[in-house]
């Protein structure tokens, strides 16, 4: 498996500022990793694929331009929200992908907008 | 366009009871992955099945892969409260496709 820590936990700020979240693989070399969204009482929704090296791949519906994704090294990936909104207050989850089929998850990061 | 049907989607049980989880889909999977989740924490990998037919057991939870690797089951035995959470299936190779996972309640 894998270990997986993200920080913060928790965050809240104001409409209209950028808000960094960071997800970190402490136990595995990660060349792909993952961010997830989900809302309550709500399963995972994936948002993009983090690729080591390179630029990341997002799903359909996903602004990429909002939800910056960086992943400059095999031990962290980041995703920043751009001009927050309150409609993207949610439980943001970071994944470590370990094999073809298997991913670890981080402890998730709760975001309200203000 | 791959889907996971998870069912049932919520599940208010007394302690004692024993329960089943169903994951199906109408695509052939290569593996499924059960996930526990608790309000507030990211899921934890509970099991990864990938020969058909194959049965996996965790203590009290037995975990089944269709022979055509279609579906999937999560049965527990004589649930506790302990087990209460959000339990999602999950397949796919790279990309993870997610049910829409089975809120239990162990009541006691």
């Known amino acids: 498996g894998a270990v997986v820590s993200q920080h913060p936990s928790w965050v809240i700020c104001k409409s209209g500022t950028s808000v960094k979240i960071e997800c970190r693989s402490l136990?595995?070399?990660?060349?792909?990793m993952f961010w997830y969204r989900q809302f309550p009482k709500q399963s995972l929704m994936l948002m993009a694929t983090?690729?080591?090296?390179?630029?990341?791949?997002?799903e359909q519906g996903v602004e990429k331009d909002k939800f910056l994704i960086n992943h400059a090294s095999l031990t962290l990936s980041t995703l920043t929200v751009t001009s927050a909104h309150p409609e993207d207050s949610s439980f943001y989850i970071c994944?470590?992908?370990?094999?073809?089929?298997?991913?670890?998850f981080g402890p998730g990061t709760r975001l309200t907008v203000t | 366009t791959q889907l996971l049907e998870q069912s049932p989607q919520f599940l208010s049980i007394q302690e004692g009871e024993n329960l089943t989880v169903y994951c199906n889909s109408s695509?052939?999977?290569?593996?499924l992955q059960w996930y526990r989740q608790e309000p507030g924490e990211g899921p934890v990998l509970l099991v990864t099945?990938?020969?058909?037919?194959e049965v996996k057991k965790l203590k009290r939870l037995t975990f089944q892969f269709g022979d055509a690797r279609k579906d999937s089951s999560l049965h527990i035995t004589a649930a506790q409260p302990g087990d209460t959470g959000l339990y999602l299936c999950?397949?796919?190779?790279?990309?993870?496709?997610f049910g829409q996972g089975t809120e239990l309640s162990v009541k006691p």
């Open positions: 994944s470590v992908g370990t094999s073809r089929y298997e991913q670890y």
């Open positions: 136990d595995f070399q990660a060349t792909t």
């Open positions: 983090s690729n080591e090296g390179s630029k990341a791949t997002y």
């Open positions: 695509s052939v999977f290569s593996s």
């Open positions: 099945v990938v020969t058909g037919g």
């Open positions: 999950a397949g796919g190779t790279g990309k993870l496709i």
